[in-house]
């Protein structure tokens, strides 16, 4: 059964952010990090094009207008970063060397992970920009000869992942400190736990949204030059 909309754009919009409140519904009635709201937005949409046997490309062009706002939505994670400045200039070298680290563990940890699975230049290429934000992530993977729709993919699991896990990772090791938290979770998980990053607190929030910038940054520098090692 096709199903043609004559307003298609509204039944974008109205059905992508319908599906996500619809999770953060889920989310406030189970309290549990596996009830991510985002990750509960996609089974329901992916549940409803099934039902209704709409085409997954009808709803994608539909959506453009809301993949649009992904950029200046990702710049406006700028504004808690004002109102902590005063703590970025104070921890600015733990700051430095907390997302440089960050960035050569993804990367390392991206090349042991394809060494062991025997995976192929192309997927590993693919795999390399997983830990930073779609606008970047989209573009490196592209120039780099990877999969781009993979490497989509593999950013929103990584940030869905990071953003169920980050509360559980912090309290099994033991890291207590609101900036090594936002560091932690911004480098490894971009927007997407950034999110509850904000939800932790508003330092958290903040180097979180600090790390998505420069882990990106650096990642288009250290990405180019990792992608020679298989």
Not at 59 to 69: D, G
Not at 132 to 149: D, K, N, R, V, W
Request: proline residues 3%.
């Amino acid at each position: 059964m096709n199903i043609v909309f004559d307003n298609s754009i509204c039944f974008g919009i109205f059905l992508t952010t319908g599906a996500y409140f619809l999770g953060l519904n889920v989310k406030k009635r189970w309290k549990l990090a596996i009830f991510n709201p985002l990750l509960m937005a996609i089974l329901f949409v992916m549940v409803f094009l099934k039902i209704t046997d709409i085409h997954y490309e009808f709803y994608q062009q539909n959506t453009q207008i809301l993949s649009s706002l992904l950029t200046p939505a990702t710049v406006c994670l700028a504004i808690p970063l004002y109102k902590q400045i005063h703590m970025l200039r104070k921890y600015r070298a733990a700051v430095a060397v907390g997302i440089t680290s960050g960035v050569m563990a993804n990367a390392v940890s991206v090349f042991l992970l394809c060494r062991i699975c025997k995976l192929n230049h192309e997927h590993y290429v693919t795999l390399l920009p997983k830990s930073i934000t779609t606008a970047i992530g989209l573009g490196l993977s592209s120039e780099i000869g990877g999969i781009t729709t993979l490497t989509v993919v593999c950013i929103i699991v990584t940030g869905i992942i990071g953003s169920m896990c980050a509360e559980l990772f912090c309290r099994l090791f033991r890291i207590t400190h609101p900036i090594a938290k936002g560091l932690a979770i911004g480098t490894c998980s971009h927007a997407i736990g950034t999110t509850k990053a904000l939800e932790m607190g508003e330092i958290e929030g903040a180097m979180s949204s600090l790390s998505i910038a420069v882990a990106g940054l650096m990642t288009v520098i250290v990405v180019p030059m990792a992608a020679g090692w298989l």
